[in-house]
């Protein structure tokens, strides 16, 4: 008889209401113990960005004071670094705290897709692109597992707005869930096996994700082979009891005895399977075990290192969209004085609002980060209010300040009330006093260098035309002021490039007709054209393009080379060569895209499939090479993921609207046909392989109009039509022995299975 596991035995030996607490949890923040069988109690707390745990007041939307800990730039910021090695150094960072503040279980990262550039947590979110978002959440999970703690990649899925967000019915056809909105979790399950993956507070085609057996269990563990355990959002279960059987492991927080009694009451009454509660406490204990035996005996965290960790990340991260003339970097000690202005040169707008709202170690601001680099004269006006209110007086001072000055740095952004957890934008506009300071400053002194403080995008438009420079620093965690001061002064590079498009206008946005939804129901009826995949296939103009940003040195890129060893297996490499042509050190990312003109159903004109960052000496060059694998060329059909033999086009270079290399290989992977019904249409049957030759011998026993309809002259007319129509209209010179239902019967049980 095989030996049973120490968790196994401790199943088997809990009583039905041991187990059925267990998966309810004990309060806000634990699970519970179990302590007759040594069972501990495991501590979650928000992420992603920091560790937010509370000991004493508690929530779920930022509202309470947590213990001090490094608030790190948000995902908004780290994704546009396009570096999961940095990722992955933050997430040992996080790991680290968690340790130390006794975390078992550190809620994120979130690889949400910014479906809308309106979504109210897109701060939160990595990118528009599935890809890219799948990259950057792998390393920050391999990062906190590497120290014993548990992520948990949320919120799964297809979460992607805050307006009715715990109960808005998000409908969405298969193909655009697993093109667009699964991939970035299938990655990280697969390449960073979290321990958890919390499920959203939505429901997906009419059914909550906290009971989406289909989510939960075929797709999640199933085709992705998921571990771990499924954890929901806070308050996001509806039925204890169908959530069990539907895949979920554990609901958070504790209902007290509420659900506990609801999950026994069904096993009594035989509407649960015990054995399915059995399976979901195994996995809570089996994850758990697993941190535990995973630890070192002695963590520690420091928190001097992590803050200049967070200060080197919030450089790294940020973009520079504009750059007339060179203006930056400034010089530290050369020239006249520097006007700063702006209210967030004083109160920085670091982290953002709700559940990841992290009480940081230390802040430092940008005005006197600025005052300590440099031995040039710096003059300071607040220049407006968070609140808009009175502010004529504070742009009169502000102009004054900058007609004395001989550059003025002016720091604008979105203050928290206009982005948070809980609710979405409905603008992408900064607040007018803002966009009145800068026309009036831009009149006074057209030096001007705008820097950024904004969880979502903005629209840019009127910025760019006033101001020569534009930095974008997203929300860059606390020591976003001295990363401000070093970029500024040229002590680090803008190494950040756009991991989300900034349209033009909000009505260019691919969700506009289609956000927020109407009477409990949000349609994706954009489908899989969402960010760059619609600016391109819609050929819009866009403000700055996904993946742009700019350095203080130039790249060139030649000598690409395409590598399919087989070309009747979809999968090779790409050889980009990238020279550093400046005059300073810098960083680049390599972005490399696939497109399928020749595809038979309607695909984007390219898709990110591999991205490298590379630092250069100036002079430097080198050859960088990356993978394209299988699903780089596929989509999404009736039989699963699908390569088409025929043309692929490769393309590389520095952002999806800047792409100078150029390459096409040829597939000559195996064709796979459609698969044959009643339904199936004419052209169907003609381009099948068997069914071509079947329907050609029926054709022709039914007479002179059955083979003119089969006919390529008169395809383009029949060609749609249902094989049972063609049938129908065929019978008018067919034999009176032809009989249409027996025909089909016979042609399907000649089509050969592909």
Same mark, same amino acid.
Request: proline share 6%.
């Given at each position: 008889?095989?030996?049973?596991?120490?968790?196994?035995?401790?199943?088997?030996?809990?009583?039905?209401?041991?187990?059925?607490?267990?998966?309810?949890?004990?309060?806000?923040?634990?699970?519970?113990?179990?302590?007759?069988?040594?069972?501990?109690?495991?501590?979650?707390?928000?992420?992603?960005?920091?560790?937010?745990?509370?000991?004493?007041?508690?929530?779920?939307?930022?509202?309470?004071?947590?213990?001090?800990?490094?608030?790190?730039?948000?995902?908004?910021?780290?994704?546009?670094?396009?570096?999961?090695?940095?990722?992955?150094?933050?997430?040992?960072?996080?790991?680290?705290?968690?340790?130390?503040?006794?975390?078992?279980?550190?809620? &994120?990262?979130?690889?949400?897709?910014?479906?809308?550039?309106?979504?109210?947590?897109?701060?939160?979110?990595?990118?528009?692109?599935?890809?890219?978002?799948?990259?950057?959440?792998?390393?920050?999970?391999?990062?906190?597992?590497?120290?014993?703690?548990?992520?948990?990649?949320?919120?799964?899925?297809?979460?992607?707005?805050?307006?009715?967000?715990?109960?808005?019915?998000?409908?969405?056809?298969?193909?655009? %869930?697993?093109?667009?909105?699964?991939?970035?979790?299938?990655?990280? =399950?697969?390449?960073?096996?979290?321990?958890?993956?919390?499920?959203?507070?939505?429901?997906?085609?009419?059914?909550?994700?906290?009971?989406?057996?289909?989510?939960?269990?075929?797709?999640?563990?199933?085709? @992705?082979?998921?571990?771990?355990?499924?954890?929901?959002?806070?308050?996001?279960?509806?039925?204890?009891?169908?959530?069990?059987?539907?895949? %979920?492991?554990?609901?958070?927080?504790?209902?007290?005895?509420?659900?506990?009694?609801?999950?026994?009451?069904?096993?009594?009454?035989?509407?649960?399977?015990?054995?399915?509660?059995?399976?979901?406490?195994?996995?809570?204990?089996?994850?758990?075990?697993?941190?535990?035996?995973?630890?070192?005996?002695?963590?520690?965290?420091?928190?001097?290192?992590?803050?200049?960790?967070?200060?080197?990340?919030?450089?790294?991260?940020?973009?520079?969209?504009?750059?007339?003339?060179?203006?930056?970097?400034?010089?530290?000690?050369? $020239?006249?004085?520097?006007?700063?202005?702006?209210?967030?040169?004083?109160?920085?707008?670091?982290?953002?609002?709700?559940?990841?709202?992290?009480?940081?170690?230390?802040?430092?601001?940008?005005?006197?980060?600025?005052?300590?680099?440099?031995?040039?004269?710096?003059?300071?006006?607040?220049?407006?209010?968070?609140?808009?209110?009175?502010?004529?007086?504070?742009?009169?001072?502000?102009?004054?300040?900058?007609?004395?000055?001989?550059?003025?740095?002016?720091?604008?952004?979105?203050?928290?009330?206009?982005?948070?957890?809980?609710?979405?934008?409905?603008?992408?506009?900064?607040?007018?006093?803002?966009?009145?300071?800068?026309?009036?400053?831009?009149?006074?002194?057209?030096?001007?260098?705008?820097?950024?403080?904004?969880?979502? =995008?903005?629209?840019?438009?009127?910025?760019?035309?006033?101001?020569?420079?534009?930095?974008?620093? @997203?929300?860059?965690?606390?020591?976003?002021?001295?990363?401000?001061?070093?970029?500024?002064?040229?002590?680090?590079?803008? $190494?950040?490039?756009?991991?989300?498009?900034?349209?033009?206008?909000?009505?260019?946005?691919?969700?506009?007709?289609?956000?927020?939804?109407?009477?409990?129901?949000?349609?994706?009826?954009?489908?899989?054209?969402?960010?760059?995949? @619609?600016?391109?296939?819609?050929?819009?103009?866009?403000?700055?393009?996904?993946?742009?940003?700019?350095?203080?040195?130039?790249?060139?890129?030649?000598?690409?080379?395409?590598?399919?060893?087989?070309?009747?297996?979809?999968?090779?490499?790409?050889?980009?060569?990238?020279?550093?042509?400046?005059?300073?050190?810098?960083?680049?990312?390599?972005?490399?895209?696939?497109?399928?003109?020749?595809?038979?159903?309607?695909?984007?004109?390219?898709?990110?499939?591999?991205?490298?960052?590379?630092?250069?000496?100036?002079?430097?060059?080198?050859?960088?090479?990356?993978?394209?694998?299988?699903?780089?060329?596929?989509?999404?059909?009736?039989?699963?993921?699908?390569?088409?033999?025929? =043309?692929?086009?490769?393309?590389?270079?520095?952002?999806?609207?800047?792409?100078? %290399?150029?390459?096409?290989?040829?597939?000559?992977?195996?064709?796979?046909?459609?698969?044959?019904?009643?339904?199936?249409?004419?052209?169907?049957?003609?381009?099948?392989?068997?069914?071509?030759?079947?329907?050609?011998?029926?054709?022709?026993?039914?007479?002179?109009?059955?083979?003119?309809?089969?006919?390529?002259?008169?395809?383009?007319?029949? &060609?749609?039509?249902?094989?049972?129509?063609?049938?129908?209209?065929?019978?008018?010179?067919?034999?009176?022995?032809?009989?249409?239902?027996?025909?089909? &019967?016979?042609?399907?049980?000649?089509?050969?299975?592909?």
């Amino acid at each position: 008889m095989p030996e049973v596991s120490p968790i196994h035995r401790h199943v088997r030996s809990m009583t039905l209401e041991e187990k059925a607490g267990l998966v309810s949890g004990a309060a806000f923040w634990e699970t519970r113990a179990v302590e007759r069988l040594g069972i501990p109690a495991i501590t979650l707390t928000d992420g992603p960005h920091g560790v937010r745990l509370q000991r004493q007041s508690v929530d779920h939307l930022g509202i309470f004071a947590s213990e001090p800990a490094t608030s790190f730039p948000t995902a908004s910021a780290t994704g546009s670094s396009w570096d999961p090695e940095l990722l992955a150094e933050m997430g040992r960072a996080l790991g680290a705290e968690s340790r130390v503040l006794g975390v078992d279980v550190l809620l &994120g990262p979130g690889v949400n897709i910014k479906r809308s550039p309106l979504c109210g947590r897109n701060f939160e979110y990595f990118s528009e692109d599935p890809f890219h978002s799948g990259a950057m959440g792998a390393a920050l999970v391999r990062g906190i597992e590497s120290q014993g703690v548990g992520a948990s990649v949320k919120h799964f899925a297809a979460n992607n707005q805050e307006t009715d967000r715990m109960r808005v019915n998000v409908e969405v056809d298969e193909r655009t %869930l697993r093109e667009i909105y699964f991939p970035a979790f299938e990655r990280v =399950v697969r390449d960073a096996r979290p321990s958890t993956v919390m499920c959203a507070y939505n429901r997906v085609n009419g059914v909550f994700a906290s009971q989406h057996r289909w989510l939960l269990t075929d797709v999640l563990r199933g085709d @992705w082979g998921f571990d771990g355990y499924v954890v929901s959002d806070w308050g996001a279960v509806v039925d204890p009891p169908a959530a069990v059987e539907a895949g %979920l492991d554990l609901e958070m927080p504790s209902t007290g005895d509420r659900s506990p009694r609801a999950i026994v009451a069904a096993v009594q009454a035989g509407e649960l399977d015990e054995a399915v509660l059995d399976q979901a406490v195994s996995r809570l204990l089996t994850v758990h075990e697993r941190l535990i035996q995973s630890r070192t005996a002695d963590v520690s965290a420091d928190f001097d290192e992590h803050h200049e960790l967070a200060r080197r990340i919030a450089a790294d991260s940020a973009v520079l969209l504009a750059n007339e003339s060179g203006i930056l970097p400034l010089s530290p000690s050369a $020239g006249g004085d520097i006007a700063v202005i702006g209210e967030f040169a004083l109160t920085p707008r670091y982290q953002g609002a709700g559940s990841s709202h992290i009480n940081p170690t230390r802040l430092t601001d940008a005005l006197t980060s600025i005052r300590e680099a440099t031995s040039r004269a710096i003059r300071f006006a607040p220049g407006f209010t968070f609140d808009g209110e009175d502010d004529a007086a504070l742009h009169d001072q502000a102009v004054e300040v900058a007609a004395r000055s001989e550059v003025v740095v002016l720091f604008l952004g979105l203050p928290a009330s206009a982005e948070s957890e809980g609710f979405d934008r409905t603008h992408l506009l900064l607040p007018e006093t803002q966009r009145t300071l800068l026309r009036r400053v831009a009149e006074a002194n057209h030096r001007v260098v705008v820097v950024l403080s904004n969880g979502g =995008v903005v629209a840019l438009g009127e910025i760019a035309a006033q101001a020569p420079a534009i930095l974008e620093m @997203w929300l860059g965690g606390q020591a976003t002021g001295e990363a401000a001061a070093d970029l500024l002064f040229g002590v680090a590079e803008p $190494g950040g490039r756009l991991a989300e498009t900034i349209p033009v206008a909000l009505p260019h946005t691919p969700a506009y007709i289609n956000w927020p939804g109407e009477n409990g129901v949000v349609r994706y009826g954009e489908g899989l054209y969402v960010g760059y995949r @619609w600016y391109d296939k819609t050929e819009r103009e866009v403000g700055f393009p996904f993946g742009f940003g700019l350095g203080y040195t130039t790249f060139a890129y030649t000598d690409m080379k395409v590598s399919v060893p087989d070309p009747a297996h979809a999968s090779g490499s790409v050889e980009v060569t990238v020279a550093n042509t400046g005059d300073r050190s810098g960083a680049d990312v390599v972005q490399v895209y696939v497109g399928d003109p020749e595809s038979s159903v309607n695909r984007p004109v390219r898709e990110l499939k591999g991205f490298a960052k590379v630092r250069l000496n100036p002079g430097e060059r080198r050859t960088v090479r990356i993978d394209l694998d299988e699903r780089a060329f596929a989509f999404w059909g009736p039989s699963g993921w699908t390569v088409e033999p025929g =043309v692929f086009v490769i393309e590389a270079g520095p952002n999806s609207r800047d792409l100078p %290399l150029r390459e096409e290989v040829v597939l000559e992977v195996p064709a796979v046909a459609t698969i044959l019904d009643r339904n199936s249409t004419l052209e169907e049957w003609i381009r099948h392989p068997s069914g071509a030759k079947a329907l050609q011998g029926a054709m022709a026993a039914m007479g002179q109009m059955g083979g003119a309809m089969a006919s390529e002259e008169m395809l383009p007319l029949f &060609g749609s039509m249902p094989l049972r129509t063609v049938l129908n209209f065929a019978l008018q010179s067919a034999p009176e022995t032809f009989d249409v239902d027996t025909a089909l &019967g016979d042609l399907l049980a000649q089509v050969e299975p592909v």
